[in-house]
């Protein structure tokens, strides 16, 4: 009511009522025509007919009042839209569309409007279905097949013809009907529905889960976030409990702020059909931009909504920054660049790819078996992608083991008269440079040296990576690390396999390294030494710095190793080693433990209960904890800890690191290309699926998606055609013989 009728209200005035015209009613029924049928049924009555008034004095239910008799005796009969209601809204007509007397007098309409009981009996209806018989459940089955495979490869559904027809000539029986790329994609959509919805059930049995969440640009120049979801499956058969790391969903990202992001997460959750995730959702793993970690970004507004949540900063993507901040304005960019140097060299010229394989294989006395390359004649390694470091390392080893081969090739350019002669000019320029000692030996120290790290960034990609195997593979890397840290550079593994090859001269100024000139290698020693130390430290303390900068995850992650690590039970000498580690996840995660059905109050008896069994009859030493969890879940004894095995299950779903999710990106980039900037939503979702989660095509089982298909609504069976589909229908209706007032009496009740 507006502030004016609410002053006249006040002085005795009576209020006036809103008017609505003939206009807002016609659009009315225009809008809602096709969810309720409107055009039908909703009728409206103005306030003088004779005047051609536009203002709607009331609005009936023609159907309802046509059938009023047989409606009066329901108990809940309302008579309002048969007399006709004053309450002249959009609510008004909605809600009574909904009514038990409405929808009957909708039944009781169509049923007179046709004299098949099929059109209106859900009995009559079931009966009249065809069935799918067993050459054409066949014939589906086979068509469902090629469009798993067609979306298995990433081809266009156009490809699904061809591929019939290829089929069809192999003597395989396909019928006449559904091979068009049209269909192909509804094929494709019930595979990954049907998949779907057998990973909600799964979310559904789990009692935690944690959500994996990254953003990428497609082909179609369209912002995309990628959604994993991680939870715990103690059920397995293989002697193991696993933590599943499944593809959720893909989603357009309609803004980039923090309140964008949320709305994205809860769009997945609603696209999904996830019941209740803010109950059982406890973690979320993400890069650490301000718009995913900062107060103001995705954490604080997910965090508002979900208190407990706890957000992980990807440590594989803090493994790499790390790296990035040690060496930045070192000597290390300097081989940096010349490792993009020879890439580029070599990336697009087929012709140097064979001389330089000529030179290798000409150096092939100078080289040991394991460094002469199996393929590709020595060219150079990409040394950037998603394992920064990793690839770092590759391209290094590579560089060392085949440099004289590039120096060689690299002088034979210089003086190829077929080269131009500004790039021969060019080429002088870096054989001069990469001649100098300090950029081979620079080479072999920066591989040595960031070795602990790209291991530990290769155990972080792992499919299955819980919050134990993160820590062990850090501990790992740390003892690597300070190994590198204590040994001379001359004692190296890299160094050394350098020092052993070099040949001096007659010329103090010059050395040999494979038969290619190196100068200056004494002074090139002199350098590294003299910075090893300094290099090492400023590794040393990044690594420290950006892994352990996350106080709450990292706490958190700490307790977690206590509780699941089990190796380190039988070294403990009460089992009240854990209480702490207990009550701090007991606290935290306190509502959806409780929202779980856990009895926080006798977590700490059941665990020395647990406890006091497995040092008693487990293998905890030699046995991987993950075989120790699984017998525990399976004990006969594990209804008396049943409140603690939901805390493990909560701590494995803990998201260490995004090194899955960065792998799904390229499937992503090659299912959405530029010739395929137009897949919708769903149509890239369940390509994705199929791509991320589907098993192998001899595996693959098509009967649940063809049924799916199949009840979605009336198919043909035959492939005749509709007169076909027609005849099918008139057969299966004369098979039913009904007495139309038996089915009054039975609508009637």
Known sequence: MSKMSTAESAGGTPAKKRAVTRRTVDKWILENDRALNTSVWLKYEPADPRSGDAVVRTLKCSVCSEFNERLVPMRNYRPSFVEGTS??????????????????????????????????????????????????????????????????????????????????????????????????????????????????????????????????????????????????????????????????????????????????????????????????????????????????????????????????????????????????????????????????????????????????????????????????????????????????????????????????????????????????????????????GKYLLGCAFFADLLKPASILSMALQRDELCVVRSIEALGKAKRAFDKVKDTPLEELPTVRKVLDRIHNTDDPAVATYQQADVRQFQTGLNFIQDHQHRWTEAVGDCLRTRLTNQQESHQLMSHSLTILATHGWERSPEPSFAHAALDFVVDHFRDPLEAAEVDVSVVREEWDDMLDHATTYLDLVTQDYRQVWWKLFRSVDAKRWTNVLSIAELLFCIPAANGHLERVFSHLKTIKTNQRTCLSSEALDHLMRINTEGPPLASFNATPAVKRWWKAKQRRTGGRGKHAAAATADLAEESITLDLDEWDAWLNE
């Open 87 to 436: 309450n002249i809204r959009a609510s008004s007509f909605k809600d009574h569309a909904e009514t038990d007397m409405h929808q009957k007098a909708m039944n009781l309409f169509r049923k007179k409007q046709s004299t098949s009981v099929t059109q209106y009996a859900p009995i009559a209806k079931a009966l009249m279905e065809p069935t799918l018989d067993g050459r054409a459940l066949m014939t589906l089955k086979r068509k469902f097949e090629t469009a798993y495979f067609i979306a298995k490869e990433k081809l266009a559904f156009a490809k699904m013809k061809p591929l019939c027809e290829l089929e069809e000539r192999h003597g395989a029986d396909l019928g006449d009907k559904y091979k068009t790329d049209h269909k192909c994609a509804e094929f494709v959509s019930a595979i990954g529905d049907e998949m779907k919805d057998q990973l909600v059930a799964k979310l559904a049995a789990a009692k935690f889960f944690s959500v994996q969440m990254d953003g990428s640009t497609d082909a179609g120049n369209v912002e995309e976030e990628l959604f994993l979801v991680l939870h715990f499956d103690p059920s397995s058969d293989d002697g193991t409990v696993h933590v599943r790391n499944n593809f959720f969903t893909v989603r357009q990202l309609a803004s980039g702020t923090g309140a964008g992001l949320f709305q994205c997460l809860e769009s997945a959750m609603t696209f999904m059909g996830v019941d209740k995730w803010k109950s059982k959702l406890i973690g979320l793993g993400c890069d650490g931009t301000n718009a995913n970690i900062a107060a103001g970004g995705l954490r604080g507004h997910l965090q508002e909504a979900v208190p407990w949540v706890t957000v992980f900063w990807c440590l594989a993507h803090r493994l790499e920054l790390a790296v990035k901040d040690a060496l930045k304005s070192t000597f290390f960019s300097d081989v940096d660049e010349l490792l993009l140097q020879v890439y580029f060299l070599y990336e697009k010229s087929p012709k140097k790819c064979r001389q330089l394989a000529a030179v290798v294989e000409e150096l092939r006395g100078c080289l040991e078996p394991a460094e002469i390359p199996a393929t590709g004649g020595g060219r150079p390694l990409r040394a950037c992608g998603t394992r920064f470091v990793a690839h770092k390392v590759s391209a290094l080893s590579r560089l060392v083991d085949n440099f004289g081969a590039y120096l060689s090739h690299l002088a034979a350019l210089t003086e190829d008269p077929a080269v131009k002669a500004v790039d021969r000019q060019k080429l002088k320029g870096y054989l001069r440079r990469w001649q100098r």
